[in-house]
């Protein structure tokens, strides 16, 4: 099956720093998603991003599907912007099989 | 305001009981999803229902049980034969399947005491 895989898994920055997280897919994908896990466990959508790329606020993502992957960019990082960032690819089989990656755990210091 | 209520929050299971995990929707989506995640992993599918009285198991159902009798609530069943429950539940729900307006409830966090 398609193996969805993220990098780095683990990351700490200090506030103001900029970083960019990875998610790779073995397979072609219908749409792809980027997801943020707070630390409280609530999973908020961050972009729907098939291809091309998206920009809100500070943050900014890219996918290219000809090449299997994805890219979420974070600028001027906040320690509000702390969790966990998921990659999610939708499959089309015989229902829409979503797939998540592992997670990238991100942590923002003062 | 639409969206998706779990509850409860948090929830104690003594050894060889059962317990029943709650997802309520208001959003009018067709499609709902139990996932699984444990500490420092990613989600993994228990249970899917994409129409009313109508549900799949995912990759990990065992020990699990499911029912969606209304479009809005697809409640969860820890049954006693999962050997290993303790762990972050979350629900998620979209129309039509797929990703685009995929959304979660808040989760439920289940220990074995």
């Known amino acids: 099956g398609i193996q969805v895989e993220q990098s780095p898994p683990d990351l700490i920055l200090q506030e103001g720093a900029n970083s960019t997280l990875r998610c790779n897919f073995s397979?072609?994908?219908?749409?792809l998603q980027w997801f943020h896990q707070n630390p409280w466990g609530q999973l908020i959508n961050l972009f729907y991003i098939p291809s091309g790329t998206k920009q809100n606020g500070r943050l900014s993502a890219t996918t290219v599907a000809t090449e299997r992957y994805s890219l979420l960019y974070i600028s001027s990082s906040q320690t509000t912007d702390s969790g966990v960032y998921f990659c999610a690819v939708e499959l089309r089989t015989s229902y829409d099989k979503v797939i998540f990656g592992p997670g990238t755990s991100l942590s923002v210091i003062p | 305001d639409g969206g998706i209520t779990q509850s409860p929050k948090y929830l104690f299971r003594k050894e060889g009981q059962n317990v029943t995990l709650s997802c309520e929707q208001n959003?009018?989506?067709?499609?709902m999803y139990w996932y699984r995640q444990d500490p420092g992993q990613g989600l993994r599918l228990i249970y899917y229902s994409q129409i009313v009285n109508d549900f799949q198991k995912g990759d990990i159902a065992e020990g699990y049980s499911v029912s969606r009798e209304k479009k809005e609530s697809f409640p969860l069943t820890v049954t006693s034969a999962q050997k290993n429950p303790t762990a972050f539940y979350l629900c998620?729900?979209?129309?039509?399947?797929?990703?685009?307006?995929?959304?979660f409830g808040s989760g439920t966090r289940l220990t074995v005491v």
């Open positions: 959003l009018n989506h067709d499609a």
């Open positions: 397979d072609s994908v219908n749409n």
């Open positions: 998620a729900s979209v129309t039509g399947g797929g990703l685009y307006g995929y959304t």
